[in-house]
């Protein structure tokens, strides 16, 4: 049921189950960019694709596995991040995400969501329309 003068909205989803004896991380993603799987060879974007859950009853959502090695982490991120936009209406971008992530490969968990909440300085402290959200799974098994 929509009602009268509210736009449908749909949220997006990412849904991972996570082995920390194996190290195994499995993930499926249902309209957000990501995440990063940020290790010792770099960063790099998981490039899961899927529509937002609900907009069609039938769609099927693929997952993949990732192992993860000792110190590495997984920045999971709303698409506020990339979809965040300075005072010229450009977009901060994925690529710019992910560069700034690949900088920050040797720091904490901690240091790292301190600095992907930098992009803010690039939105002008302008209102955005969406929140902006991080986690990270640093994994260090023993």
Known sequence: MILR????RYAAVQYAGFDPRTGILRIANAGMEGPLILSARGCRELELRGIPPGMFPETTYEGETVQLERGDSVIFLSDR????????????GMERVQETCESLREETPEEILRRIKEVEGYCCRRPQQD??????LRYMPN
């Open 5 to 8: 003068g509210v736009s449908p």
């Open 131 to 136: 929140d902006r959200t991080a986690a990270i």
């Open 81 to 92: 991040f990339s979809g965040s936009q300075n005072c010229a209406g450009e977009f901060f």
